[in-house]
T-cell receptor, first 114, second 115 residues
Framework: NAGVTQTPKFRILKIGQSMTLQCAQD?????MYWYRQDPGMGLKLIYY???????DKGEVPNGYNVSRSTTEDFPLRLELAAPSQTSVYFC?????????????FGEGSRLTVL | DQQVKQNSPSLSVQEGRISILNCDYT??????FLWYKKYPAEGPTFLIS?????DKNEDGRFTVFLNKSAKHLSLHIVPSQPGDSAVYFC??????????????FGEGTQLTVNP
């Protein structure tokens, strides 16, 4: 079982470049999330989605965009990369029913902006 | 505004002893709490949870205690094993939210269990 798959695992960007972090889940989960983890700061929610076609901002959405055209995929777009976006990004998914709060995370994508 | 805080960045214990990881929260709307475990180069994985209607939940070697009046929860691991060495994140949410499980995470505590 693949679970939540993120690509790429590592990426180095130059300031001002753009890129998309891919996320796919094969568990038929309605809910999907993007978090970022900075050293000593825990995980912060960037965007989330409760189903195909529905997305909403989390705690730290500035500089990012998302789309959810299918249940399986939830890509995160970085426009005009900045050094402050250097972080480890985690995609996660969860069931709608029962809503236990348990998130299933991918392995993470480490992004460095130079 | 850090609504979920784990004040100890690291904890070191001997194999076989008890590990106690602590977490404090400030938002009184939180009514569901979870602990996640993270190994290096992996995503966090769910460990155990507790609803605000309970004050204790056990799962094998792991027990979570909730003190609502103090807005404090703790994770006890007994006995601790070297394989438990990982970063532990405390997380909280408001179950009344219908829009998914938006968790607020603490900063994490690095647990090291020495053989």
């Amino acid at each position: 079982n693949a679970g939540v798959t993120q690509t790429p695992k590592f990426r180095i960007l130059k300031i001002g470049q753009s890129m998309t972090l891919q996320c796919a889940q094969d568990m038929n989960h309605n809910y999907m999330y993007w978090y970022r983890q900075d050293p000593g700061m825990g995980l912060k929610l960037i965007y989330y989605s409760v189903g195909a076609g529905i997305t909403d901002k989390g705690e730290v959405p500035n500089g990012y965009n998302v789309s959810r055209s299918t249940t399986e995929d939830f890509p995160l777009r970085l426009e005009l990369a900045a050094p402050s976006q250097t972080s480890v990004y985690f995609c996660a998914s969860s069931r709608q029913v029962p809503n236990t709060g348990e998130l299933f995370f991918g392995e993470g994508s480490r992004l460095t902006v130079l | 505004d850090q609504q979920v805080k784990q004040n100890s960045p690291s904890l070191s214990v001997q194999e076989g002893r008890i590990s106690i990881l602590n977490c404090d929260y400030t938002n009184s709307m939180f009514d569901y709490f979870l602990w996640y475990k993270k190994y290096p180069a992996e995503g966090p994985t769910f460990l155990i949870s507790i609803s605000s209607i309970k004050d204790k939940n056990e799962d094998g070697r792991f027990t979570v205690f909730l003190n609502k009046s103090a807005k404090h929860l703790s994770l006890h691991i007994v006995p601790s094993q070297p394989g438990d060495s990982a970063v532990y994140f405390c997380a909280a949410s408001s179950r009344w939210e219908t829009s998914g499980s938006r968790l607020t995470f603490g900063e994490g505590t690095q647990l090291t269990v020495n053989p």
